[in-house]
């Protein structure tokens, strides 16, 4: 396998700069947060809306499924054209291109009146929100140092998490006053507001075409890495599960568990805020650990791997016949996902560090979002077949643990970080 090495003095590319403080970064940091809010929100729209939407549109659980999928078909494959954008233009433009698409997109599917419309508008949809991770773990390795990004990024992934929550309680609202179309509507039209601060805020970052040609990585070098791989394959077992969670929770709660829109609403949201709340305790933690001398490689795997093994072993028990104890049980596996939440691209932007940050984040999500397309259609599929959720829910735990097991993996004296201080020592995967 190809060795990649970087120097292991991990600075950010931006830490020198007068121009931009301290101050200047934590707003960046509330901003992008916004970004992925609004995000989520409107990746999950359709969800929120299913229970309404299949009913006035007649489509059975399958159609609803490949619906769901397909914005992974888009947003997996175009995560890989992310990450090289990201790395060759200005990165606060792609962005702001990015998020207009996505707001249009999600305005347009309130429009639609078919099955082929709605799904053209996902796979839109889908092309804008994948330029997103690339381009936030880009801004975050140019812009925070090591000891500090681990709450960076669990602030910035707050949003991952209040989106949800946000998008199924508010959502939820929506569609019982306006119907699933308002939902649609106002969310579209709401996100555009976001761009006017961020070209306001938002730093200029020089692409990485502009490095000098002995400073770059490769595609080869990062397809051909075991580390690379070990990142893809864990994020792949997270996703079957949390993207389950996003796009079948409103549905499970509402159709097996027999709770109104309302009640949905309020205990579907919870979780989510219970999510967060853990991501930013556990940020904060390894941040802490790696600030006294800790391994960041180390700590932040271990983050990763044990988030996940609790997810898999409390997922399982939201199916217990006592709505007490599987919601409490939902709760849990939401608390430990938060744990893992924490440190994904903290980890990937340890490894790759800025210059490869973009290409690096949009490999990994790219595969790890195929497990998006396989929970959405084989969630489908279960539930069309047996009439319940028991084996999804089974499924989602089995991923959660082989995802663990993959970030268990990653080697532990490996960082992939390209600084050229020929004092320090270099390490190479």
Not at 402 to 407: Q, T, Y
Request: charged share 10%.
């Amino acid at each position: 396998m190809t060795k990649i090495c970087r120097n292991s003095n991990s600075h950010s590319a931006l830490e020198g700069d007068p121009s931009y403080g301290t101050d200047h970064r934590w707003w960046l940091v509330c901003l992008l947060c916004v970004s992925l809010t609004m995000n989520f929100f409107v990746r999950g729209n359709l969800g929120v809306a299913a229970p309404v939407l299949v009913q006035q549109l007649h489509f059975s659980p399958w159609a609803l499924g490949l619906l769901i999928s397909g914005f992974f078909w888009t947003y997996s494959v175009g995560q890989i054209g992310g990450g090289w954008l990201v790395d060759r233009v200005e990165v606060r433009s792609a962005y702001a291109a990015a998020f207009f698409l996505w707001s249009l997109a999600t305005f347009g599917t309130g429009l639609m009146t078919s099955f082929a419309g709605i799904f053209c508008m996902r796979l839109l949809l889908g092309v804008g929100e994948s330029v997103a991770y690339p381009a936030i773990s880009k801004i975050l390795a140019a812009t925070f140092p090591e000891r500090r990004r681990g709450i960076a990024n669990s602030i910035v992934d707050l949003g991952a998490r209040l989106g949800p929550a946000l998008g199924t309680y508010a959502g939820a609202t929506l569609v019982a006053e306006l119907g699933w179309r308002g939902l649609f509507f106002v969310s579209g039209s709401v996100c555009l507001l976001w761009l006017i601060p961020w070209k306001m805020i938002a730093p200029r970052i020089p692409p990485q075409s502009v490095l000098q040609k002995q400073d770059r990585i490769g595609w080869k070098q990062l397809l051909t890495s075991r580390t690379v791989w070990a990142t893809v394959g864990g994020l792949c077992g997270a996703n079957y599960a949390w993207y389950f969670l996003l796009s079948w929770l409103p549905s499970y709660l509402v159709n097996a568990r027999h709770l109104s829109i309302h009640s949905m609403a309020i205990w579907g949201s919870v979780p989510y805020l219970f999510m967060a709340g853990t991501s930013l305790i556990s940020a904060q933690l390894s941040d802490w650990l790696i600030a006294k001398g800790r391994s960041a490689v180390i700590i932040r795997k271990r983050f990763l791997a044990g988030g996940l093994a609790g997810t898999a072993i409390f997922l399982p028990a939201v199916l217990l016949s006592d709505l007490r104890f599987a919601l409490c049980a939902l709760f849990l596996s939401c608390i430990t996902f938060g744990v893992y939440a924490s440190n994904i691209f903290a980890l990937t932007q340890t490894l790759a560090g800025p210059e490869a940050a973009g290409r690096w984040t949009g490999l990994q999500n790219a595969w790890g979002n195929v497990a998006g397309i396989i929970s959405a259609v084989a969630t489908g599929w279960f539930v069309e077949k047996t009439g319940q959720f028991s084996v999804a829910f089974l499924a989602a735990s089995c991923s959660s643990l082989l995802g663990a097991v993959s970030f268990f993996l990653v080697r532990e004296n490996t960082t992939v970080i390209l600084g050229r201080r020929p004092a320090a020592p270099n390490v190479c995967l």
